[in-house]
Nanobody, 124 residues
Framework: QVQLVESGGGSVQAGGSLRLSCVAS?????MGWFRQAPGKEREGVVA????????NYADSVKGRFTISHDNAKRTLYLQMNSLKPEDTAMYYC????????????????????WGQGTQATVSS
């Protein structure tokens, strides 16, 4: 069992930045960030294969968000720049131990472990 704890959410104005963090209690091979806005379904933001560094970004965040992982600290980061009001959502960290290689897929069912979420609010 892996526990994930997110932090770093907050409120910013459009154009601002936030950095989310997610600490894992154990090893994982793939990790990702998903988000859910009020009244909408949860969607994938970005995923990474931690051993290879292979990433997969949603089109809506390409060029603005950057995922990174510190293996020694078992910590996943999401640097969010040029934030827009439509980025407002609860952001969830997800992880799995099954996928070591290949291209990460932004599909909820491929992630076994989930954090409780951290809220990011962007005002116009």
């Amino acid at each position: 069992q892996v526990q994930l704890v997110e932090s770093g959410g907050g409120s910013v104005q459009a154009g601002g930045s936030l950095r989310l963090s997610c600490v894992a209690s154990g090893y994982t091979y793939s990790m990702g960030w998903f988000r859910q806005a009020p009244g909408k379904e949860r969607e994938g933001v970005v995923a990474i294969i931690t051993g290879t560094g292979s990433t997969n970004y949603a089109d809506s965040v390409k060029g603005r968000f950057t995922i990174s992982h510190d293996n020694a600290k078992r910590t996943l980061y999401l640097q969010m720049n040029s934030l827009k009001p439509e980025d407002t959502a609860m952001y969830y960290c997800a992880a799995d131990r099954r996928w070591k290689t290949g291209a990460p897929i932004l599909r909820e069912t491929l992630f076994t472990y989930w954090g409780q979420g951290t809220q990011a609010t962007v005002s116009s």
